[in-house]
Structure formats: C-alpha cells, structure tokens
C-alpha cells in the first residue's frame, strides 16, 4: 500500500510557475507508475502527465505539454510536477496518483492523495 501527500501548490500570476511534489510512503514507490491529474470545480477529474516507475517514459495531457515537466526521484519517493507558463484555465485542485503503469484514464489508479489547490490569476 502506499500513501501519497501532495504539497507546493498555491496562488500564482498567469505565467509563472509552481512546483508540485508529492511524498510517498512506503518501500514500494519505485515499483509503481505515477500520474498527476486535476479537476476545476464542475468538471471531471482530467489527465495532466504520467511517469513510469523507473522515470524513463513520461507522458502528458496536450494542454500541458511544453509547459510541464513530470520527473521523479526514486531515493525520496517522491514525484514532481514542474509547471510553467500557467494559464488560468491551469486553476484546479492537483492530486497524484500510483498505479502499476501509467495511463491517462483517472480510473486506473489505486492510490491517490488528498489533492493541492493551484490557482492561476489573470
């Protein structure tokens, strides 16, 4: 089992940037893929970028690529989401989530954190 915390969200102008982590516990963290999603209020939980256990394969949402970076950090089982350039249709609550591999559908994975507010003012 693994517990995800999320932190490093926060208020920001449009165009600038926010770092995300998000701590995992347990000795398992590098066996899973992990993934980042976010939902804006009245909308569906939406894909925004995915890592593979080893960091290896990444993959984004289209409406985040060229401005987010995922990456990981294996030795502090943690995962990060670098965001830049944010718009404020970025605004949304943030969570991470584990899984065996890492796919694009919200659904797929067991285990998620409690989520972080990024909002992005115009």
């Known amino acids: 089992q693994v517990q995800l915390v999320e932190s490093g969200g926060g208020l920001v102008q449009a165009g600038g940037s926010l770092r995300l982590s998000c701590a995992a516990s347990?000795?398992?963290?590098?066996?899973?893929?992990m993934g980042w999603f976010r939902q804006a209020p009245g909308k569906e939980r939406e894909f925004v970028a995915a890592i593979s256990w080893s960091g290896g394969n990444t993959y984004y949402a289209d409406s985040v690529k060229g401005r987010f970076t995922i990456s990981r950090d294996n030795a502090k089982n943690t995962v990060y989401l670098q965001m830049n350039s944010l718009k404020p249709e970025d605004t949304a609550v943030y969570y991470c989530?584990?899984?065996?591999?890492?796919?694009?559908?919200?659904?797929?994975?067991?285990?998620w954190g409690q989520g972080t507010q990024v909002t992005v003012s115009s």
């Open positions: 347990g000795r398992t963290f590098s066996s899973y893929a």
């Open positions: 989530a584990a899984d065996s591999r890492p796919t694009g559908s919200w659904w797929d994975y067991d285990y």
